[in-house]
């Protein structure tokens, strides 16, 4: 009966527009995918007179969808309406969160020689002989068979654990089907890259080309690529994102791209690996003989004469020694002129990046971003323990933020109602009353991770004295509940959420600490989402310094700010001048933000 209903039920349709100057690329069109295979109802896009199935990565990206582009979302069947408002939901979201990545600003530039302009991928300065992508094929011994393989493939990509690889997870997914061959693999993905070429979205024809290559890679066909033993400039139509991280054992200098954009994933991960890069035409670049790659100022001198390779190593002597400077003194504390010691922790959102903030110098652990642990499967208490124990390893000093999703942030698993305002709905703290069960195994593998080790935890999205302490209250019968000792463990909250500045009185008689959340705190304030793609806010508005200058003379108890203002270097001085004596910030700027707090 009910297969009937769905047969002859009208679709439920709604228009949507794509607002992000990146288009609707891959990685949201992932998690948009990823979110409409959650409904039993089918789900499609129409536009310019075709329509696709919007729950397949590759059907949706083949609309080609760009900035301005209006198309028509359906849904139809078992839980069409509730798709609909949810998918809605997300996609605005989705296109709130997708940063704009801007051209970097050029400086002026003055070398005597022939110069080839180009747009900058990331910054940097090198002096080398250019040499040309070369490659080769090797096949070894395979016992796989072809579905063996994909299933390997697509654990080592949900392996990487970032939004890249997860992307092409959901990606590969949406090109293999049932009795898919290597043959017909290979087969879609050059139909689906065909469609592709020239458009906008051109540059995510390298994410298909990766896909194909770990597959094959995974059946024992090797790509080797051949680099020198001297120091070189890579020269390249473009790479593949799986090949950067091996220019990282090379005597790689620079790299430049002839057919990528600075909003390819490939760009994404060479400014990561911070490998001086550039985008022109590499056919101009003359090989075997020195070059000079300045990607501060966007140029390469083809025919650099000896001034010009005097100034540019004038240029990479200073970036080196700053680097270097603020590097060598990394793991030293962070004392201003008076001598006033600012303690810098990191900002971590897994395993990795937790090791990398140790590596970087960092005092601990001020933002545990405890989210990466909940992907598209609901993680065990057992596997949550694990990760979190590793973590607790690594560091003394760490505070956990307690699952900070809903709303904009959707996982498959966690069912909450359409929302007209995802960003005023039910997130954080608020999880507390609508999803319990998924907290309370949070907080139960927290407590077992922590060994009577000084861990906070802290809420987010409080806003009232009562949120906090129905929280506090709900962790502290779980520990009784499962007999463990939790007086080691100090609770907190976030301040993001304006009204919590009117409360701060009573705050201070419940709460152990504060850290100040100023990306949310600011979006709040101005009542204007931080990502949206035409509205801006200034986050070093008098404003926002007043509300912090409110909490830190209001606030008995320890405060920190773990927002992205933490590392801005317009305002590391205010913060150190209005009291802050802790700053959490991104991995690597600790040791910029150390160095900088040094000369306060």
């Not at 960003?423 to 139960?444: A, C, D, N, S, W």
């Not at 009204?499 to 850290?515: G, K, P």
């Amino acid at each position: 009966m009910q297969l009937f209903k769905n047969l002859f039920s009208k679709p439920l349709s709604i228009q949507l527009k794509v607002t992000s100057s990146n288009g609707f690329h891959l990685r949201p069109v992932a998690q948009f995918v990823n979110k409409a295979k959650s409904f039993p109802c089918d789900v499609t896009a129409t536009f310019n007179a075709q329509t696709v199935d919007a729950k397949k990565v590759n059907t949706l990206l083949s609309l080609s969808l760009e900035k301005g582009n209006t198309f028509t979302l359906s849904t139809k069947g078992k839980e069409a309406e509730q798709a609909l408002k949810a998918l809605q939901t997300l996609f605005t979201a989705l296109m709130q969160e997708d940063k704009e990545i801007v051209a970097i600003e050029k400086k002026s530039t003055s070398y005597e020689g022939e110069i080839l302009e180009g747009a900058i991928i990331a910054k940097g300065v090198a002096i080398a002989s250019a040499y040309i992508y070369k490659t080769e094929e090797i096949q070894h011994s395979n016992t796989l068979n072809f579905e063996e393989a994909i299933t390997q493939t697509l654990h080592t990509l949900e392996a990487e654990n970032n939004d890249i690889h997860m992307a092409q997870k959901e990606l590969l997914l949406s090109l293999v089907q049932k009795g898919t061959s290597l043959t017909m693999l290979e087969k879609n993905i050059a139909k689906e890259i065909e469609t592709l070429q020239d458009t906008k979205l051109s540059s995510k024809i390298v994410d298909y080309q990766d896909i194909l290559q770990q597959v094959k890679k995974t059946l024992g066909l090797e790509v080797k690529i051949s680099f020198p033993k001297k120091d070189f400039i890579l020269l390249a139509n473009d790479l593949l994102p799986s090949e950067i991280s091996l220019l990282s054992n090379t005597r790689i200098q620079g790299v430049v791209l002839k057919e990528t954009s600075i909003n390819s994933h490939t760009a994404i991960l060479l400014r990561a690996s911070g490998i001086p890069s550039l985008i022109t035409d590499t056919s101009k670049i003359p090989l075997d003989k020195e070059i000079i790659l300045d990607s501060f100022a966007g140029v390469v001198v083809l025919t650099p004469n000896s001034g010009d390779i005097q100034k540019a190593k004038a240029l990479q002597e200073k970036t080196n020694a700053q680097k270097a400077h603020s590097d060598a003194k990394r793991f030293e504390p962070a004392v201003t002129t008076k001598g006033k010691q600012i303690k810098v922790l990191a900002n971590v959102g897994d395993i990795e990046s937790a090791k990398l903030a140790k590596e970087q110098g960092a005092e601990g652990i001020g933002l545990l971003r405890s989210e990466f642990l909940f992907k598209s499967v609901k993680p065990t208490l057992e596997a949550q323990t694990k990760a979190y124990t590793e973590i607790f390893n690594i560091f003394d000093d760490i505070t956990v933020r307690t699952l900070d999703v809903g709303g904009d942030k959707a996982l498959p698993y966690l069912h909450i109602p359409p929302e007209d305002n995802p960003f005023l709905g039910i997130r954080g703290v608020r999880l507390f009353r609508t999803h319990p069960k998924i907290l309370e195994e949070q907080l139960h593998a927290i407590f077992l991770a922590s060994q009577g080790k000084q861990i906070k935890i802290m809420f987010p999205m409080v806003s009232t004295v009562e949120e906090f302490t129905e929280a506090k209250s709900f962790a502290q019968n779980i520990a009784q509940k499962n007999n463990i000792n939790i007086s080691h463990i100090q609770f907190g909250i976030m301040i993001e959420v304006p009204s919590v500045l009117f409360q701060l009185e009573a705050f201070n008689e419940v709460v152990d600490f504060y850290s100040i959340g100023t990306n949310d705190l600011t979006q709040y304030l101005f009542a204007v989402e931080r990502t949206h793609p035409l509205l801006k806010v200034d986050e070093l508005s008098p404003i926002v310094f007043s509300a912090l200058e409110t909490v830190i003379k209001q606030a008995t108890k320890p405060v920190s700010i773990c927002g992205e203002l933490a590392a801005n270097a317009d305002a590391i001085e205010k913060l150190v001048n209005l009291g802050l004596t802790t700053l959490s910030v991104s991995p690597k700027s600790i040791a910029q933000t150390k160095e900088q707090i040094r000369y306060v």
